[in-house]
């Protein structure tokens, strides 16, 4: 795993990014933090620069990846802020490691896979099989932009998708269905530290994306707050699934705010 480091001070920011996406998409609030606070990005194993065999990517070998990386550097706990799939990789480097950890942010998560783990991994590689893979990228990242976004940056991260191996990708989104049919709920049962849920999409039946409105819950904070007591939530609505980018002053804010909660409560 490639990671970035800027910046000092504390607490210690760690971004954790989504599936088949990179580092990048956090320069905003880099750019921010940096000047503040000590800065991470990690480019997970088989993103980016970042190169990895398949059979490593996994939300297990991701979160352990992120766990050593802040026992590495040496940090003093951090906030882990995760997107869609680095939502997961953020619960799973705090099960990992939970001294390591002082709080987490998930901006725009889900759940994709429920019921038994062993049935959601067959059901999601036979939908990946063959011409199966590109056909669901395709469509799986069309959905996270509206008509409000812009052209130019949905078509680089949908293309950008599209184009990520095969291999990593059905190994990921398999292992990924099942982590989330069989882990999710123990994952956020074991969180000790607060929570911000920032959400602006949901899933419907279809796993398309659709723009919460403003008001409206989603199943993801949902189910963060059933198991999450100290949780909290902010709703961003008509924002696309990539509000660090599409908002990013509002999600910087968001985020700016938390840490400076966290840090009166120490």
């Given at each position: 795993m490639r990671v970035?480091?800027?910046?000092?001070?504390?607490?210690p920011l760690v971004f954790v990014h989504g599936l088949a996406c990179d580092g990048t998409d956090w320069?905003?609030?880099?750019?921010?933090?940096?000047?503040?606070?000590?800065?991470?990005?990690?480019e997970l194993p088989g993103h980016g620069s970042s190169t990895a065999a398949p059979e490593d990517c996994t939300v297990e070998a991701y979160g352990a990846a992120v766990a050593r990386a802040m026992t590495e550097l040496s940090l003093p706990p951090a906030i882990v802020v995760g997107h869609s799939m680095g939502c997961r990789v953020a619960l799973q480097a705090c099960r990992t490691a939970p001294g390591a950890v002082s709080g987490l942010v998930l901006v725009d998560g889900s759940r994709i896979g429920d019921g038994d783990p062993a049935i959601a991994e067959q059901a999601m590689a036979a939908e990946l099989a063959g011409d199966g893979y590109r056909r669901f990228m395709q469509r799986f990242f069309e959905s996270m932009f509206f008509a409000s976004s812009d052209p130019d940056?949905?078509?680089?991260?949908?293309?950008?998708?599209?184009?990520?191996?095969?291999?990593?990708?059905?190994?990921?989104?398999?292992?990924?269905?099942?982590?989330?049919?069989?882990?999710?709920?123990?994952?956020?049962?074991?969180?000790?530290?607060?929570?911000?849920?920032?959400q602006c999409t949901t899933l419907d039946a279809a796993r398309d994306r659709v723009s919460l409105e403003s008001g409206q819950s989603a199943p993801w904070t949902d189910l963060v707050l059933a198991h999450v007591p100290q949780a909290t939530t902010a709703m961003l609505p008509g924002s696309s699934h990539f509000p660090q980018i599409e908002q990013a002053a509002e999600v910087t804010a968001l985020i700016a705010d938390f840490c400076d909660a966290i840090q009166r409560h120490q």
């Open positions: 970035t480091r800027t910046g000092s001070g504390g607490p320069q905003a609030q880099v750019d921010w933090f940096e000047t503040r606070t000590t800065v991470v990005v990690c940056l949905a078509k680089r991260i949908i293309d950008r998708g599209v184009g990520f191996p095969a291999p990593v990708g059905r190994k990921l989104l398999t292992g990924l269905v099942a982590w989330d049919a069989g882990e999710v709920q123990s994952a956020l049962d074991s969180v000790r530290v607060p929570l911000l849920a920032i």
